[in-house]
């Protein structure tokens, strides 16, 4: 068996030399992605359908009372409520007048 040689060359380079030739830089083999922004008013409200009925009803935070008390900072629940008093009023009337057109009934059925 005859040995062969086999000849291993070695080259060098100064630092400046190396740096003009080799690119330093950290890079991927994938171009890099933009990332979007997903906070947006459609992607809460996305979520928010989403996890509708996992939500506790009740709760100083993450629950649909404080989703209900910090919307109620920025919306005139009043407004809604004088809209609707005279509604309210006028069920009261009509109940009283139940109550005593009944009483009325009741005595003429206990009188004859």
Known sequence: ???????IQKEVYRSDQFNNLVDRQFS???KPTVEVGTDTIEEFFR?????YYSIPLEGDNNSHQYLLQKSSELVDFEKT??????????????????????????????NG
């Open 1 to 7: 068996m005859a040995k062969e040689r086999i000849r």
């Open 28 to 30: 991927t083999f994938t």
């Open 47 to 51: 979520l928010y359908d989403k996890l």
């Open 81 to 110: 409520t004088d809209d609707i008093q005279p509604l309210l009023d006028e069920i009261a009337q009509l109940r009283q007048q139940n109550l005593e057109l009944n009483q009325q009934i009741f005595e003429e059925q206990d």
